[in-house]
């Protein structure tokens, strides 16, 4: 077989279901070279031993200077709208020294322990949107529930006031709509979310609280403080990074399990008697069956390197697809198979090496409680629509649905009203 064969990629039909492609290219052409729909010619690396390498391979730079198509000034390559709003420098646009220093500074802000104190507050949350739904009987799961809910949850983290927060969703909803949405939206909408984080920065530096932005400011590191500019930056790439990423678990996890009745159950029992071992080797799971993250961000080589028995040329951009191997049947037994109990599973959802989501924690508590919230109030909760009428988002890193629309028994109660 030749990569001439190779199947289309980047359809509407491979959207809706790329795994298929994916395992043939995992097995005939497993470093794919391939024009992306924007005209970028990129290496695709689909198994998962490349991809571990790959991921964590330093001959690779995530800072776009190193395309040498310099496709970035016109926009083609990394996060829509961030060049126009000067939000480069951020955790995933650098390499080391610089990286090594903005990480340990954002790490002694962001930690595991604040994400845990964060816990009550998630649940809370969650039940008050299902509130907001659950007396009608039906709903879509999207924009109802998984798209506010990551907004809400990371605005309260940084301690952005409630009364702003309807903004960010605003500002948010253009940025993930940005396929279909008015032309130059997102720009704008980075712009105004850059303004305003400034400003709350400037705010918050004349009056420290016990906030993430107020972390941040007070976070050093051998004397060093971050700027007011790459404060603001990485608020930004805080929300950029754990908003859609987070949708989607959501969306993606729940219509995983509304397909797979068996795997429901045995998840609906075992939270109904109050356990939590297998809701989280669930999330573990549903990251890997059909995780957020189709593709990592970009890299590109800064010399002659080879992935996988290819030759990758200086400047060429390496496109890992996480999707691809973490089904990889070398490293997953069944991988085509939802087991939520599944112990051996290292998957690659979260990235590996150096640029690991630094949000997992947070990820996996908004997405352990959602699921755990929404099998527990609304026990009989169903796809509405057949999965044919679902419609996935067409961008290329991420993987998730346009809408996700359910029914089940109305209920009354409300459980957080406020
Ligand atoms: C289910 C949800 C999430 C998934 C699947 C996810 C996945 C990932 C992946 C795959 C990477 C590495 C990308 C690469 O190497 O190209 C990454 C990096 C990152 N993630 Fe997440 N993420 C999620 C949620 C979050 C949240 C909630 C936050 C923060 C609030 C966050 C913040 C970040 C940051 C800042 C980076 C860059 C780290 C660095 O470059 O050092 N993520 N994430």
Request: charge should be negative; proline fraction near 6%; include cysteine.
């Amino acid at each position: 077989m030749t990569d001439a064969s190779a199947p289309a990629l980047f359809t509407w039909e491979f959207a809706a279901d790329p795994y298929p492609a994916y395992a043939w290219l995992r097995e005939h052409a497993p470093v794919h070279r391939t024009t992306l729909p924007s005209g970028v010619e990129a290496w695709l690396v689909t198994r998962y031993p490349d991809a571990r390498q790959a991921l964590a391979d330093a001959r690779l730079s995530k800072n776009p200077v190193h395309h040498s198509e310099r496709a970035h000034a016109k926009g083609k390559v990394g996060i829509p709208g961030e060049r126009s709003a000067d939000l480069m420098t951020h955790l995933l646009n650098i390499d080391p020294p610089d990286h090594t220093r903005l990480r340990r500074l954002v790490s002694k802000a962001f930690t595991p322990r604040r994400v845990a104190e964060f816990a009550p507050r998630v649940t809370e949350l969650t039940n008050r949107l299902i509130d907001s739904f659950a007396a009608r009987g039906e709903a879509d799961l999207i924009h109802e529930f998984a798209f506010p809910l990551p907004i809400y949850a990371i605005c309260d983290l940084l301690g952005v006031p409630a009364e702003d927060q309807d903004d960010f969703r605003d500002w948010a909803g253009m940025m993930i709509r940005h396929g279909g949405g008015p032309r130059g939206g997102v720009a704008r909408s980075v712009k105004k979310m850059r303004a305003y984080l400034l400003e709350l920065i400037h705010r918050k530096r004349a009056q420290l609280g016990d906030d993430l932005i107020s972390a941040l400011i007070r976070a050093s590191d051998h004397g060093e403080h971050l700027t007011e500019n790459e404060a603001a930056a990485m608020a930004f790439i805080l929300l950029f990074a754990g908003f859609e990423t987070t949708v989607n678990l959501i969306g993606n996890g729940t219509y995983a399990l509304l397909r797979d009745p068996g795997q429901r159950r045995l998840l609906q029992d075992s939270v109904g008697r109050g356990e939590t071992d297998l809701l989280a080797t669930a999330v573990e799971e549903l990251l890997r069956y059909d995780g957020p993250v189709e593709l990592a961000t970009w890299r590109f080589a800064t010399e002659p390197l080879t992935i996988g028995g290819r030759s990758i040329g200086t400047g060429d951009p390496v496109l890992v697809v996480l999707a691809a191997a973490d089904r990889d049947p070398e490293r997953f037994a069944g991988p085509d198979t939802l087991d939520l109990a599944r112990r051996d599973n290292p998957h690659l959802g979260f990235g590996h090496g150096i640029h690991y989501c630094l949000g997992a924690p947070l990820a996996r508590l908004e997405g352990q409680t959602a699921l755990a919230t929404l099998l527990t109030r609304l026990p009989d909760l169903q796809l509405a629509v057949g999965p044919e009428e679902l419609r996935w988002r067409g961008g290329l890193i991420m993987r998730g649905l346009r809408t996700l629309p359910v029914s089940f028994t109305a209920v009354r109660d409300v459980v957080n009203g406020q």
